[in-house]
């Protein structure tokens, strides 16, 4: 029998942000059309983190292969580059792409909040059955979105992007950190469900937030789920889209095996999960057990001066235990004064700086600790 290949590349045009310029994107479609469950994965929204464009390209390579032999049972949409706009914008030789040149604004911030206007276009049509609430629910969100006109480039890009997944079951976004060890995360409301995408892709810290502040991408596809289920008490509505930000690791661990390994358990991932068929190799065990985004120690340097970490990735430290040391070299007539950075939580070390400057305020470190921690205020998300 002859396996049709359900693969389509669809590209989409950006309005010119300024005259001469245009820019697209290109989304990579698979699956039976008829298919009712939906994954959406994205890579390079910050536009200067290289992991996420290797892993998308090496997970196409996958899934060709799935396609061409029949085994797509779901439907899949990946857009290798999601950030055009980001990738253009250079300076000083170096590449800037996680805040849009125009109005300095971070491309994984500020998406569309649709509940609100949701929950009145919603009225009199939710009833007991769950399955049907989310359909419902998906379909006036899709209305919503496509009755939006965005005024400028990178509102078109944000819109472009929700609107490719707004309706899916599962939405991956791939960013990476500065020096870091792969983690992830995700809604509350989504742990434990969601916990087999951290133990598959072996996150040394899944962080949960119910809201980190500033509707990042991930949470504008899964918040409005346990929004809805918040306005409408006793009307059964699930967490319906398993949204997540997958750090893959660091900026410059683009080596092969990572990217290998990255994609082979986004691919084993998304067959435990019925996308695609074949053998199901068993669950690795989880790393670590969730904790909360709130709980996360942004490590800050209190001086200017050079950086020497004394914690490596991955090390377990204690409250007031010293992570790293600031140089001030003009001090001590220029034999250097040194500083001590100690972290205010006790859990994994799993992120640094890839830079040697510290200044008052930096952030140089994260550490996953389990209790959340004063004075965090409404946005847990670094700038
Ligand atoms: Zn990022």
Redesign the pocket.
Known sequence: MKIMKTCTVRQHQLPEAAVGTERKLISVHFGPSEADRKVYIQAG??A??AP?YLVAGKLLELLHKADAAGEIKGQIIVVPVANPIGLSQWGTDTIQG?FDDSDNVN??RRYDDLAGELADRLQGLLGDDSLANVAVIRKCAGEILQARQPATEVEALKHLLLTLSHDADIVL?L???HQALLHVYMGTALWPEGADLSAQMGAAATLLAKDSGDMPFDEANSKIWWELAAKFAGVPIPPACLAA?V?LRGVADTDPEYTEQDANNLFRFLQRRGFIAGEVKPLPDLPVEATPLEGVDYVRAESAGVLTYIKHLGDMVEEGEVIAIVTQPMKNSGQGEKLQITSKTSGVFFARSAERFARPGKIIGKVAGVRPLEGKGPCLLTF
């Open positions: 929204l910050h200067d983190e996420g996680r491309f994984n976004d960013h990476c950190d930000t750090e």
